[in-house]
Structure formats: C-alpha cells, structure tokens
C-alpha cells in the first residue's frame, strides 16, 4: 500500500516561505495525481493546492493562489508544496494524499485514497 511522508514543515515569521515535502519509498509518485490539503482545529478538510498525474497540471484554491504552487521532482519520487507570503492563517496541519483514480486534480477529499500523517506549518511572529 502506497505510504505517504511529509516534511518540512515548522515554525516561519509571517511574510516568509516554507516548502513541505511528500515522498513514498515503494511507489512511484508519477503515477498519481497529488493533492495537498489543510485542516484547522474544528474546522473541515480543504484541499489548497493538487498536480496531476497525466500532464502536470496544477490547481490552487483562491485562498492561496498566487502563493502556495505545487511540483513534482521525478527523480526524488517526491512531490512539493511551495509556501510563499505565509500569513498567520496559514497556520494548521498540511496533509498531502495520492489518488490512481483521477487524471486530473482538484480540492475534494473523496477523489484521494491515500493520504500522510500531517505536517504543522505554524505562521507566526
């Protein structure tokens, strides 16, 4: 079974950047569309940002666009979350999740069967 890993997440001054990081060890990630979402305390899973598997075309949510982009590195088998102009809303656990099932990308939750343990990026001065 497909197992996901984040990194890199931490703590980063508002105004500043982070990238997070998900690899897999026994699959490689080309093959699935990846997206990366976020949950705040109390508040429901929202996909921010996905790159597809079929053409590397990309999504963001309007509440990071323009900010967070989302890449691939093939030879790393690792996919990227590029943070940029972090504003203290920011602030949550990130979750990166694969599915074989779509050839596209998009933000919605059912569409990824596999999924990380979370990494907290935390925006704060």
């Known amino acids: 079974q497909l197992q996901l890993v984040e990194s890199g997440g931490g703590l980063v001054q508002p105004g500043g950047s982070l990238r997070l990081s998900c690899a897999a060890s026994?699959?490689?990630?080309?093959?699935?569309?990846i997206g990366w979402f976020r949950q705040a305390p109390g508040k429901e899973r929202e996909g921010v940002s996905c790159?597809?598997?079929?053409?590397?075309?990309?999504y963001s949510a309007d509440s990071v666009k323009g900010r967070f982009t989302t890449s691939r590195d093939n030879a790393k088998n690792t996919v990227y979350l590029q943070m940029n102009s972090l504003k203290t809303e920011d602030t949550t656990v990130y979750y990166c999740?694969?599915?074989?099932?779509?050839?596209?990308?998009?933000?919605?939750?059912?569409?990824?069967?596999?999924w990380g343990q979370g990494a907290q990026v935390t925006v704060s001065s």
């Open positions: 999740a694969a599915s074989p099932r779509i050839t596209g990308c998009g933000p919605h939750i059912y569409e990824y069967d596999y």
């Open positions: 026994e699959f490689t990630l080309d093959r699935y569309a």
């Open positions: 790159i597809s598997s079929s053409d590397d075309s990309t």
